[in-house]
Nanobody, 121 residues
């Protein structure tokens, strides 16, 4: 069974940093592009970032450009989202999901259970 598990969320003050991890089990992660998404209370889920299978192509939501960095370590079957200069509006549940063969607007699957990120003083 294909499964993704997110971790690394928590409570952080504005301006702080967190690194989220998305670990795969049951499949080899390097077959898939991986996307990070978030959903804040009362809002629709939005795509935050995506990384290609090889890691040589990435994209970001405009509001996180320059602050968030997506990366992958295929040897560890894990994708990361480094989040710096966090703002209260980044507060949300963050999810990762897989897509074959490349990043796209839709068609992601194997969603994880999510990890809560709260940015507050």
């Amino acid at each position: 069974q294909l499964q993704l598990v997110e971790s690394g969320g928590g409570l952080v003050q504005p301006g702080g940093s967190l690194r989220l991890s998305c670990a795969a089990s049951g499949f080899t992660l390097d077959y898939y592009a991986i996307g990070w998404f978030r959903q804040a209370p009362g809002k629709e889920r939005e795509g935050v970032s995506c990384i290609s299978r090889s890691g040589d192509s990435t994209n970001y939501l405009d509001s996180v450009k320059g602050r968030f960095t997506i990366s992958r370590d295929n040897a560890k079957n894990t994708v990361y989202l480094q989040m710096n200069s966090l703002k209260p509006e980044d507060t949300a549940v963050y999810y990762c999901a897989a897509r074959w063969p490349s990043c796209g607007i839709s068609g992601f699957g194997s969603w994880g259970q999510g990890t809560q990120v709260t940015v507050s003083s």
